[in-house]
């Protein structure tokens, strides 16, 4: 049985969008089976991160709604080996026509195919919203830094923890990320540091994703990050092995480390929240 | 002097032309061109009635037994 991971914010532009396609690449190459559902009718965004907007024949709101089958709208990364993706519709026409219920159905039979259904939400906390975090196992809050995006996810968590008090369907997981984290602004103080934003969301921290130019790059070519040894290479690749189970550290980026401390102490990443 | 004063600006010209933002340029306009293109399901549908009613027209065959499939060749984004 798969598990089904939603990314999502509350406020745009923080990296939903880049972290599930990153993430979901990461998990592919831990030889996961791996699909990433761009949610975000409308505005397609996935396929093109991933370079694969010329590969589109249906889409989700075809698959929704009934006008093709499931393996239709898969398309095959062909450059990773267990990677599929589901493109969103750029017509908003049938927006508010898909229910929970196309959804669930959705989702039950990728669950059946794939390890890991990573969804990729649109921003805001209406319709859209609610279809890709209500049938979740396990819902990933993306924040950068920035005040206006950490009050947004802090309207998300709360939003999430609410409904699962109201409608209590299954449990469901939360965690938190940050993204675009710039080590030089945190230590001149700048830039709020990731046990402040963990204490202010008071939610639990699945990862850290440094600042990083390539990631622009690397979109403009319409790849991922992955394997262009960068800063935010490991980052993702870290959350992906987090996500798969394994049990690692958030290393300390802001307190530099001596070579002394180091040989003194060892190399390993130290745990920090 | 003024040979690797040239030389320099060509290396330049060159990596600019190498970098990146170009193939984003090159992809935004192909994107957004397929996308001006691209046909609503409403007008899709209504070609489909005129070419089913023309086709009924010359052929013995009730109109909920054709089925066309609208194929636009040159648009590799657009939907059938």
């Known amino acids: 049985m798969g598990e089904v991971i939603t990314f999502t914010s509350g406020k745009g532009g923080v990296g939903k969008t880049t972290t599930t396609a990153n993430v979901g690449v990461g998990l592919s190459l831990l030889e996961k089976k791996v699909v990433l559902v761009d949610t975000d009718i409308g505005l397609r965004n996935l396929d093109v991160v991933m370079g694969l907007e010329n590969r589109i024949l249906y889409n989700l709101v075809d698959v929704l709604t009934g006008r093709c089958r499931v393996k239709q709208a898969l398309i095959r990364d062909r450059r990773y080996p267990n990677l599929w993706i589901i493109p969103s519709s750029c017509s908003v026409d049938a927006k508010n026509s898909l229910s929970e219920a196309q959804m669930k159905s959705l989702l039950d039979s990728l669950k059946q195919e794939f390890d890991y259904i990573l969804i990729d939400s649109p921003a805001g906390i209406d319709e859209g919203f609610h279809l890709a975090t209500f049938d979740a196992d396990h819902v990933v809050v993306v924040t950068t830094p920035q005040i206006a995006s950490i009050h947004d996810a802090d309207c998300v968590l709360q939003l999430l923890s609410r409904r699962a008090k109201q409608e209590p369907r299954k449990t469901q997981e939360v965690s938190l990320l940050v993204n675009c984290f710039r080590k030089s602004m945190v230590r001149e103080g700048n830039m709020l540091d990731l046990p402040d934003i963990c204490e202010l969301l008071d939610a639990k921290l699945l990862g850290v994703i440094l600042e990083d130019e390539e990631i622009i790059i690397s979109q403009n070519h319409g790849e991922p990050v992955m394997g262009r040894h960068s800063a935010s290479e490991m980052c993702y690749q870290n959350v992906a092995r987090r996500l798969a189970g394994e049990e690692l550290a958030i290393p300390d980026y802001i307190r530099r480390r001596t070579l002394f401390s180091r040989i003194l102490f060892g190399n390993s990443a130290r745990k920090l929240v | ?80």
Do not use: W
Not at chain 2, 32 to 58: C, F, H, M, P, W
Not at chain 2, 71 to 77: F, R
């Open chain 2, 1 to 80: 002097m003024c040979h690797r004063t040239k030389r320099r600006f060509q290396e330049k010209q060159s990596r600019a032309a190498e970098a990146s933002g170009g193939i984003a340029k090159e992809r935004l306009k192909l994107m957004i061109d397929a996308q001006k293109r691209q046909l609503d399901d409403d007008t899709l549908n209504l070609i489909r009635q005129e070419i089913g009613s023309v086709i009924t027209k010359y052929v013995d065959i009730e109109p909920e037994n054709v089925e066309i499939r609208i194929v636009l060749k040159d648009y590799p984004s657009n939907r059938s």
